[in-house]
């Protein structure tokens, strides 16, 4: 009985987890490519006419979802579910959980979003977008933050360095760039094709994230949560 209970417990766990993950790279991309296509200072340049940066320079998405019927207690029990699940790594984790409030804050994490390799550097840009849920009886705000881009850069990594004949490894450096400093905020950018994929895929990520939220209000995690049982 007691493997059985076990095997049924390790059961749901993969499904939770399954049902919870949100989107790598790779499976990001073919999704932003599907919705925006693939010529990313093009689409860049579309959706910058869109958006506006918040006082402190970060997009912010926000989406009111109704739940018609749902008390705040409830809504707060299965985002509470969504999010233990979803953010649980080093990357990607809670950093407020209010019962009382009913709010909970989480930052998500999506590694290698776009790439660069030309010229005397390399970069690999990330993201770290904040999630934010607001629950009240009936209804849920979310609001998406990307407060900048997170950057590896490593130097001497580039593809002319390669060409040279380089002894000297490359070193790597970890930096910050804010979104007014990166195309389309900014007219001069010297990572311009880097920072039109970056906005493209974290624009998508919040789609992403908003839907997956909004299934959860509705169908729930499982689609097992109710009263009859």
Same mark, same amino acid.
């Given at each position: 009985?007691?493997?059985?209970?076990?095997?049924?417990?390790?059961?749901?766990?993969?499904?939770? @987890?399954?049902?919870?993950?949100?989107?790598?790279? !790779? !499976?990001?991309?073919? #999704? *932003?490519?599907?919705?925006?296509? /693939?010529?990313?200072?093009?689409?860049?340049?579309?959706?910058? &006419?869109?958006?506006?940066?918040?006082?402190?320079?970060?997009?912010?998405?926000?989406?009111?979802? !109704?739940? =018609? %019927?749902?008390?705040?207690?409830?809504?707060?029990?299965?985002?509470?579910?969504?999010?233990? *699940?979803?953010?649980?790594?080093?990357?990607?984790?809670?950093?407020?959980?209010?019962?009382?409030?009913?709010?909970?804050?989480?930052?998500? #994490?999506? *590694?290698?979003?776009?790439?660069?390799?030309?010229?005397?550097?390399?970069?690999?840009?990330?993201?770290?977008?904040?999630?934010?849920? /607001?629950?009240?009886?009936?209804?849920?705000?979310?609001?998406?933050?990307?407060?900048? #881009? @997170?950057?590896?850069?490593?130097?001497?990594? %580039?593809?002319?360095?390669?060409? %040279?004949?380089?002894?000297?490894?490359?070193?790597?450096?970890?930096?910050?760039?804010?979104?007014?400093?990166?195309? =389309?905020?900014?007219?001069?950018?010297?990572? &311009?094709?880097?920072?039109?994929? *970056?906005?493209?895929?974290?624009?998508? #990520? @919040?789609?992403?994230?908003?839907?997956?939220?909004? !299934?959860?209000?509705?169908? %729930?995690?499982?689609?097992?949560?109710?009263?009859?049982?």
């Amino acid at each position: 009985m007691k493997k059985v209970i076990m095997s049924l417990a390790l059961l749901l766990t993969a499904v939770i @987890s399954a049902n919870a993950q949100i989107l790598r790279a !790779e !499976e990001l991309e073919k #999704y *932003a490519k599907e919705k925006y296509g /693939d010529k990313w200072v093009e689409a860049a340049s579309n959706l910058g &006419k869109q958006l506006t940066l918040d006082k402190n320079n970060a997009i912010d998405y926000v989406q009111v979802m !109704e739940a =018609p %019927g749902q008390s705040k207690a409830q809504l707060y029990v299965l985002l509470n579910y969504w999010f233990t *699940a979803t953010f649980n790594d080093a990357n990607s984790v809670i950093k407020l959980n209010d019962k009382e409030l009913g709010t909970i804050i989480a930052q998500g #994490y999506v *590694a290698d979003i776009a790439q660069h390799a030309g010229g005397s550097n390399a970069y690999n840009v990330s993201i770290k977008p904040v999630i934010k849920c /607001d629950i009240k009886d009936g209804k849920v705000r979310v609001t998406y933050t990307v407060p900048f #881009y @997170s950057v590896t850069k490593m130097v001497g990594g %580039g593809w002319m360095a390669a060409l %040279g004949g380089s002894q000297t490894p490359p070193v790597r450096s970890d930096e910050k760039w804010t979104l007014d400093s990166c195309f =389309p905020f900014a007219a001069k950018d010297s990572h &311009k094709k880097t920072s039109c994929k *970056a906005l493209i895929m974290a624009h998508a #990520y @919040s789609n992403v994230v908003m839907d997956k939220i909004e !299934e959860c209000i509705k169908n %729930g995690l499982t689609g097992n949560e109710n009263d009859n049982w």
